[in-house]
């Protein structure tokens, strides 16, 4: 097995050095798959909190002084040493996590710092034409500040490299602070960040109470901007704690994605990339398919092809070969989950698959399909977050899309149809962020990341993820 020592870090990263806690207080990370201890982080305080920001302030304007390619050198080191290190980093994710490791190489590729490193040198202002002669009219972008980042535990990697490459790439330091299930993910990119010549304080690592250093990033007066990915609940509280300082905000938040299939699609090809997009993270995913409506003529048809993929799903430790789906990241998300299940069993839901906790016990739950889904079920209003398929009929397109925007969230949608027609007319008129036609793993580096309504406000990925962490200023030069 891959050798993880020499990325498994147990203190914090402030001001280019790595620290305990003032206390000596820590918290015990466990492998969702087995309970056995990972290890154990800082339990950082208000104290530690405070530094890690004075230290992100002090080394602002260093940084950002720097070009844009001495800035995008030293994230292509980082990037080259991500690469080089993913078996070690995917071992990390996956013990803390549960992910299969398949999955987790591919999450841990570096993708995202590459692309803030070659956009770095792509930030343009712009010369504006003058209606005063001698006068010359500049807009030009400069980076906020500093960037306090709140990271989830569902991609402990990805939503960090998502996060941190194109602040620091446009310039801005950062004070992040990962989820507590997995913080070693995190702190393994630091040490390879540090290695890769990052100055001290550009990017700062803590853990800890997740109420406290968010109170503090999202009201001290030297953070100009918040990111944060998780649940709707904990971005209405960060967004009000901002709101007397009106920081600059970027909330990635719950979703509630319908995945519509009509009745000219390939059925077998359908159901494969319902099922690969559902196994994704054990389904622990804002843009997990969460309603699936399915065209009545096709139904029973399209049952017939998802039940022997889900059925054919390996369920155990992701370490072991093979795995297609680990646990849930702990006993709360399983309960959580069979809550939901049971919910729409008792409303008349029909159980074709699983429908139970899985027989490994701990943080485990059988692949599930559900038929017969109606929108008075829980299952209906609320993320599911575990490897569980829930799906109802429909016949009509205007009706469908209706149903598919009856939620508060507006994150993810997917649109399976051969017509080109109806697949414009639909995708046009999901509330949605971003929508897959006939496709349902969607994200790329390349790509603005975000939803609408209740999904949050910003956008991460693409030319938009930098400009989240830039300001524009006009400037007029009378020569």
């Given amino acids: 097995m891959t050798d993880i020592t020499p990325l498994m870090m147990d203190k914090n990263l402030i001001n280019g050095v790595w620290v305990g806690s003032l206390s000596g207080k820590t918290i015990i990370v466990t492998n969702p798959a087995t309970d056995d201890i990972v290890g154990t982080v800082p339990d950082m305080g208000v104290d530690e909190t405070e530094q890690a920001i004075e230290a992100a302030d002090k080394a602002f304007p260093m940084w950002s002084a720097m070009t844009a390619y001495e800035r995008s050198e030293i994230l292509e080191k980082w990037h080259d040493l991500i690469a080089t290190n993913i078996e070690a980093l995917a071992l990390i994710m996956t013990l803390e996590n549960g992910k299969p490791l398949a999955e987790a190489r591919t999450e841990v590729s570096p993708a995202n710092i590459l692309w803030a490193a070659e956009e770095a040198k792509r930030i343009y202002g712009r010369i504006i034409p003058s209606n005063v002669k001698n006068r010359q009219l500049q807009a030009v972008k400069q980076p906020i500040g500093v960037a306090g980042m709140i990271t989830p535990w569902n991609f402990p990697s990805a939503m960090i490299t998502r996060k941190v490459g194109p602040a620091l790439a446009a310039g801005c330091t950062v004070v992040l602070k990962p989820d507590h299930r997995t913080p070693f993910s995190a702190l393994a990119l630091g040490m390879l960040a540090v290695s890769a010549g990052m100055p001290k304080g550009v990017l ?219 697949a414009a007319r639909v995708s046009t008129h999901l509330q949605y962020g971003q929508v897959g036609v ?14 609408i309504k209740q999904s949050g406000m910003g956008r991460e990925g693409g030319t938009e993820g930098l400009d989240a962490y830039l300001e524009t200023k006009y400037i007029a030069i009378q020569t």
């Fill in 204 to 422: 700062n690592i803590i853990t800890g109470d997740a109420p406290m250093i968010g109170k503090i990033l999202t009201t001290h007066p030297k953070i100009g901007k918040i990111s944060f990915t998780g649940s709707t609940q904990v971005g209405r509280i960060l967004a009000e704690q901002a709101a007397p300082s009106l920081k600059k905000m970027s909330l990635e938040l719950g979703g509630n994605a319908p995945f519509i299939v009509f009745d000219d699609v390939d059925i077998k090809e359908t159901a494969s990339r319902l099922a690969t997009a559902k196994a994704r993270n054990m389904g622990q995913s804002c843009v997990s398919p969460n309603r699936v409506y399915v065209h009545e003529t096709i139904h029973d048809a399209f049952i017939a092809e998802l039940l022997p993929i889900m059925a054919g799903w390996k369920v155990g430790n992701g370490t072991e070969a093979g795995v297609t789906v680990g646990p849930l990241i702990d006993s709360k998300a399983v309960e959580k989950v069979a809550r939901l299940v049971d919910d729409a069993i008792k409303k008349g839901a029909t159980c074709v698959l699983g429908g139970k906790a899985h027989e490994l016990g701990r943080s485990f739950y059988s692949p599930t399909i559900l038929t017969g889904i109606m929108p008075d079920m829980d299952i209906s209003r609320a993320e599911i977050f575990g490897p569980v398929i829930a799906i109802q009929k429909f016949t009509d397109e205007d009706a469908v899309v209706k149903a598919a925007n009856d939620t508060e969230f507006g994150l993810a949608a997917y649109v399976f149809t051969n017509d080109l027609g109806r």
């Fill in 438 to 451: 006939n496709c349902a793993v969607i994200s790329f580096a390349a790509t603005p990341f975000g939803g």
